[in-house]
Structure formats: C-alpha cells, structure tokens
C-alpha cells in the first residue's frame, strides 16, 4: 500500500468535486474560492504523484499537506464557516512553495 499516491489520489478527486461545487452550485465569493482551491490542489495533487515516481517522496508530502491546508481553508470558507480561515490559507502556500523548492533541491543533487 502507498499512502501518498492513495492520498494524492483523493486529493485530486477533491480538488475536481470542489470545482464542480463551485462551477453549478456555489454562489457569491465561494465560486472563487471553489475555483481557486480547486485549482491549486489539483496540480498539486499531479505533482505529488509525478514526485513519487521520481522517487521525491518529501516533496509529495509536501505537495498533498499544502494542498490540503491551503484549498481545505477556502472550501471551508465555501461551505459557510468563518472568514477568518482565510488566514489559515497562507500556510498552505507556504508548504506548497517548500515542496516546490525541495523538488529542485533533490533535482540538483541528481
């Protein structure tokens, strides 16, 4: 069993289910930050899987945790709960840029 890809996996199938909320049921601010989540945790997700195979398994940690911070705080903005988890959102970007910077630190180890 791999934990990461089944993880990335789910993440990626959020990622599409938020977007689709966000395309045909959302209104107002949510469909923003539907769309927005959506997007990131999406490529996100691809990444993480495309780290694991290239055997990058810290940065496809990275990659699921901080797409999961970032879009989990605008979907739970979305679905009604208090603004001040947009704070919270930052976090996850944080984690996302660290995945991206340990990906080209393991690629210039070679």
Do not use: C, D
Not at 16 to 29: L, Q, R, T
Not at 88 to 94: A, C, D, E, Q
């Amino acid at each position: 069993m791999n934990l990461l890809m089944i993880l990335a996996a789910l993440s990626g199938a959020l990622a599409v289910a938020a977007g689709a909320f966000g395309a045909h049921g959302a209104s107002g601010p949510a469909v923003e930050w539907l769309k927005t989540g959506g997007q990131y945790q999406l490529i996100h997700a691809v990444v993480a899987l495309a780290a694991l195979k290239m055997e990058a398994r810290g940065p496809g940690w990275l990659f699921v945790a901080g797409g999961l911070v970032f879009a989990g705080s605008l979907y739970l903005m979305a679905l009604g709960l208090p603004r001040w988890l947009g704070a919270v959102t930052p976090i996850g970007g944080v984690l996302l840029i660290g995945g991206w910077l340990w990906l080209a630190w393991v690629g210039m180890r070679g």
